[in-house]
């Protein structure tokens, strides 16, 4: 009969590879993405498949009977293997089999939408969007959804925070130190229309800087420094329609105009009136 002693020892070492194994899974779990960063995800998993196996030799070892049988002579004979020895097989082997193998790259498809919320679509067709990864920058166009695909990262990109370049003429990130991470399947960025700088200086019919005078672009407005001088602010996405500029002042007539902003700055000559 098996004295008690001798079945509590391979159970204790079972009871030891149990919990190292637990812990193995758990940094798989919480750390999945630096494993896969790393290179050494399949290391790890290969140690815990081994220590289920042999865990669950050791734990029927001393419960039951095992065996093993060799059979002829030299290498010409077979072998055969039961209870636990067939167990730990079993589990190293399905484990590696059941199991996908992670995929060497992935795909990630960024949105690009108005301050308004995702369902505005500010950029149909127009511009390139950027990642940085690493030494190697991507470059795509932007699709007619607004939407930029980008295949072929390398899995040891996942999980890294990578920075994004915008070239589309007249927008910009609303946020410019905006990043994307590499961890999801799509990613959505706010992008707005660039502000733009429509200067200049009113002048009477003399030539003289002409302070004071009031200006009305839109919804915007300003006025004459002591020098004559003024600057908007507009955005780039200004319609033709919104881009007549308006100078009055006191004794003169009222000047209008079509502008383009982000321009050469706009000198005025305003004539004498009622």
């Given at each position: 009969?098996?004295?008690?002693?001798?079945?509590?020892?391979?159970?204790?070492?079972?009871?030891?590879?149990?919990?190292?194994?637990?812990?193995?899974?758990?940094?798989?779990?919480?750390?999945?993405?630096?494993?896969?960063?790393?290179?050494?995800?399949?290391?790890?998993?290969?140690?815990?498949?081994?220590?289920?196996?042999?865990?669950?030799?050791?734990?029927?070892?001393?419960?039951?009977?095992?065996?093993?049988?060799?059979?002829?002579?030299?290498?010409?004979?077979?072998?055969?293997?039961?209870?636990?020895?067939?167990?730990?097989?079993?589990?190293?082997?399905?484990?590696?089999?059941?199991?996908?193998?992670?995929?060497?790259?992935?795909?990630?498809?960024?949105?690009?939408?108005?301050?308004?919320?995702?369902?505005?679509?500010?950029?149909?067709?127009r511009g390139t969007l950027s990642l940085?990864?690493?030494?190697?920058?991507?470059?795509?166009?932007?699709?007619?959804?607004?939407?930029?695909?980008?295949?072929?990262?390398?899995?040891?990109?996942?999980?890294?925070?990578?920075?994004?370049?915008?070239?589309?003429?007249?927008?910009?990130?609303?946020?410019?130190?905006?990043?994307?991470?590499?961890?999801?399947?799509?990613?959505?960025?706010?992008?707005?229309?660039?502000?733009?700088?429509?200067?200049?200086?009113?002048?009477?019919?003399?030539g003289n800087p002409l302070a004071g005078?009031?200006?009305?672009?839109?919804?915007?407005?300003?006025?004459?420094?002591?020098?004559?001088?003024?600057?908007?602010?507009?955005?780039?996405?200004?319609?033709?329609?919104?881009?007549?500029?308006?100078?009055?002042?006191?004794?003169?007539?009222?000047?209008?105009?079509?502008?383009?902003?982000?321009?050469?700055?706009?000198?005025?000559?305003?004539?004498?009136?009622?």
């Amino acid at each position: 009969m098996t004295s008690p002693s001798r079945v509590q020892f391979p159970l204790i070492v079972a009871a030891v590879g149990l919990v190292v194994a637990l812990a193995l899974m758990a940094v798989m779990l919480l750390n999945a993405q630096m494993l896969v960063r790393l290179g050494i995800l399949g290391n790890v998993w290969f140690m815990l498949l081994l220590l289920l196996g042999v865990t669950s030799a050791v734990c029927l070892f001393a419960l039951f009977k095992s065996y093993a049988r060799y059979r002829g002579m030299a290498f010409d004979g077979t072998v055969e293997l039961g209870g636990p020895a067939v167990l730990m097989v079993l589990v190293i082997v399905l484990g590696f089999w059941l199991v996908p193998k992670p995929l060497a790259q992935f795909g990630l498809t960024v949105f690009l939408h108005g301050e308004g919320g995702r369902n505005v679509v500010v950029l149909r067709n127009r511009g390139t969007l950027s990642l940085d990864l690493g030494a190697d920058r991507r470059r795509e166009a932007i699709g007619d959804k607004g939407e930029v695909r980008f295949d072929g990262i390398p899995a040891n990109q996942r999980g890294l925070s990578v920075s994004v370049i915008l070239d589309a003429e007249g927008y910009e990130l609303a946020d410019p130190n905006a990043t994307v991470t590499l961890d999801t399947e799509a990613s959505y960025l706010a992008v707005r229309a660039k502000t733009l700088h429509l200067s200049g200086e009113v002048l009477d019919s003399l030539g003289n800087p002409l302070a004071g005078a009031h200006l009305s672009l839109k919804d915007r407005t300003a006025v004459t420094d002591a020098h004559g001088l003024f600057d908007f602010s507009v955005p780039s996405d200004l319609a033709e329609q919104d881009s007549t500029l308006t100078i009055t002042a006191n004794r003169y007539m009222p000047w209008r105009g079509l502008v383009t902003p982000g321009g050469n700055p706009l000198v005025v000559r305003l004539e004498a009136g009622g």
